[in-house]
């Protein structure tokens, strides 16, 4: 089933066409992520490494909880790293409109 993290409608299309087809989630790993050499916005308006690895993923695990919950011990595993370590967070820049995109590491750490 075709799903892009990216586009909060495409989370919605994939969890529509899941439900649709089952009825039990046993895990789910939310792992897939991007970082991208210049800046890009989503078709959502959000800065594209922070919509795909952040957005996307909250998104859809909070469509597939009722699922999940239905399953006996399901598990939720969200992979990341360390990267965060090596940048400060600017919730009132989470586009990077007031600060440099550089390489894209601030964006995705």
């Keep these: 089933m075709k799903l892009d993290l990216s586009d909060l409608s495409s989370v919605r299309l994939f969890v529509n066409e899941f439900k649709s087809k089952y009825n039990r989630l046993d895990?789910?790993?939310?792992?897939?992520?991007?970082?991208?050499?210049?800046?890009?916005?989503?078709?959502?308006?959000?800065?594209?490494t922070f919509g795909t690895n952040h957005l996307g993923h909250f998104l859809l695990t909070n469509l597939l909880l009722d699922v999940l919950k239905k399953?006996?011990?399901?598990?939720i595993v969200n992979v990341s790293s360390l990267a965060h370590t090596f940048t400060g967070f600017d919730i009132n820049d989470l586009n990077f409109e007031h600060r440099p995109y550089g390489n894209g590491f601030g964006a995705y750490a």
Aim: glycine residues 8%; without cysteine; proline residues 4%.
């Design 27 to 48: 895990a789910l790993v939310n792992n897939a992520g991007l970082i991208l050499q210049t800046k890009e916005l989503t078709k959502d308006g959000f800065e594209k």
């Design 71 to 75: 399953t006996p011990e399901f598990r």
